[in-house]
T-cell receptor
Framework: DQQVKQNSPSLSVQEGRISILNCDYT??????FLWYKKYPAEGPTFLIS?????DKNEDGRFTVFLNKSAKHLSLHIVPSQPGDSAVYFC??????????????FGTGTRLQVFP | DSGVTQTPKHLITATGQRVTLRCSPR?????VYWYQQSLDQGLQFLIQ???????AKGNILERFSAQQFPDLHSELNLSSLELGDSALYFC??????????????FGNGTRLTVT
């Protein structure tokens, strides 16, 4: 059962334009969401997060939007740069109990930014 | 550099064998998480340890086990290896105090190839 879904395996965007990566989740108990970026031969790198009590969080060129009613979040990258080309993972935290949790990941979207 | 160290980087072994993957978390991080990434798949949560105690389990096979030592480093033991166990194994760590919302910081992974 895939609780976190990234339905677009790949996305190609021109440099300078906006990249929009989407993520859907099914578990309404998720209360914290994160985006990670992954380059080949490296581990995932934390990019930006959002708590379920917010609907938007911004950090420089990166903005994450959360629509709880739709169980949907998106990552906007503006403007896109060639160095942004990577695989982007959406993740949701399922809080279990004090000091106990797990992060559930989507399958990733490969973003390619071309000149 | 995330501060999370995983060794070895690559491991090639035969079916039926047993291997141990090692992880040193970031300084000060008490929680360690293990994830498996098979080809073209997302990161599958295996297990979480907090300050030496097992706290959360995912879809970890009975042939796999883990532990976290008093110095907080962790080891993931994989036994009776099968071809399907070939994957990238990531370790991540976080401070994780209570219901903390800090991100997980990932190592660069161990690539396991079972032949």
């Amino acid at each position: 059962d895939q609780q976190v879904k990234q339905n677009s395996p790949s996305l190609s965007v021109q440099e300078g334009r906006i990249s929009i990566l989407n993520c859907d989740y099914t578990n309404s108990m998720f209360d914290y969401f994160l985006w990670y970026k992954k380059y080949p031969a490296e581990g995932p790198t934390f990019l930006i997060s959002i708590s379920s009590i917010k609907d938007k969080n911004e950090d420089g060129r990166f903005t994450v939007f959360l629509n709880k009613s739709a169980k949907h979040l998106s990552l906007h990258i503006v403007p896109s740069q060639p160095g942004d080309s990577a695989v982007y993972f959406c993740a949701a935290r399922g809080y279990v109990s004090y000091n106990t949790d797990k992060l559930i990941f989507g399958t990733g979207t490969r973003l390619q930014v071309f000149p | 550099d995330s501060g999370v160290t995983q060794t070895p980087k690559h491991l090639i072994t035969a079916t039926g064998q047993r291997v141990t993957l090692r992880c040193s978390p970031r300084s000060g991080d008490l929680s360690v998480y293990w994830y498996q990434q098979s080809l073209d798949q997302g990161l599958q949560f295996l297990i979480q340890y907090y300050n030496g105690e097992e706290r959360a389990k995912g879809n970890i096979l009975e042939r796999f086990s883990a532990q976290q030592f008093p110095d907080l480093h962790s080891e993931l033991n994989l036994s009776s290896l099968e071809l399907g166990d070939s994957a990238l194994y990531f370790c991540a760590s976080s401070v994780q105090i209570g219901r903390g919302e800090g991100p997980l910081h990932f190592g660069n992974g161990t690539r396991l190839t079972v032949t």
